[in-house]
């Protein structure tokens, strides 16, 4: 039975559908769904793969159709199917409002632990080391909530250690997510995962006008007169 984790090519869309469905690890039945809903959209009845193109609002309106009411985490769940259900052969393309779906193949790979977040004590710890803000963008948590990220993602082998997580707002959460889809470099050098150590440095936007009306009197690059100011601090210093 080795190959079944690989392909199951020979079967129909329902069997495929119903086989994948049996397997699925998250522990919540309406995630169960909601994955189950997914591929049903994905794989149109009568129609072989590729499948449809299908838009993240299409999806969206299926979920909120069999709920009666909005639902705003489907995204995460797509990543789940994606992910620890080893359903590799949905792809994503576009973001934002552009985002979109298609089932390629019915290929799936071992499926993973599923998903867990830090326990109060330990995300307290976490928060406190960052000062209860954004590691990236900085914004506290008063300001906005912060999610529970792991630095280097499951998917490229990140543990779930206490030092491998980190606060991000939703914003530059999901901005992580979209980077990392499609990248295959080190996240040892990211600076989504590592921000501590790769983030840009950030002016202020009156310092940058500052700099740039500077250099503009006296006809240099903007980015020279910066490294200027920066060696003349040092050398006072």
Not at 84 to 106: A, D, F
Not at 126 to 151: F, N, P, W
């Amino acid at each position: 039975m080795a190959n079944e984790l690989t392909t199951i090519e020979a079967l129909d869309r329902d069997e495929w559908i119903e086989t994948v469905c049996a397997k699925f690890v998250h522990g919540s039945q309406a995630n169960r769904t909601y994955y189950r809903l997914v591929l049903e959209t994905l794989w149109s009845p009568g129609q072989a793969l590729p499948g449809p193109v299908v838009s993240m609002q299409a999806l969206r309106a299926v979920i909120n159709n069999y709920r009666g009411k909005p639902y705003s985490d489907l995204a995460r769940r797509i990543r789940e199917l994606q992910g620890e259900e080893g359903v590799v052969g949905i792809q994503r393309t576009g973001s934002g409002l552009h985002t979109k779906y298609q089932l390629l193949h019915t290929r799936l790979e071992p499926k993973r632990v599923p998903r867990t977040g830090l326990n109060d004590e330990d995300w307290t710890r976490v928060l406190i080391a960052y000062k209860y803000r954004c590691a990236v963008c900085g914004r506290s948590s008063t300001e906005m909530r912060l999610d529970q990220d792991h630095k280097r993602p499951r998917l490229r082998g990140g543990g779930d250690e206490l030092s491998n997580w980190q606060p991000l707002c939703k914003e530059c959460n999901n901005f992580k997510s979209t980077a990392c889809r499609y990248c295959n470099l080190d996240c040892a050098s990211c600076p989504w995962a590592f921000p501590e150590h790769h983030a840009p440095v950030r002016l202020s936007a009156e310092n940058i006008e500052r700099i740039r009306s500077t250099a503009l009197k006296i006809d240099q690059d903007p980015s020279s007169v910066l490294n200027e100011i920066v060696d003349h601090y040092f050398d006072v210093t």
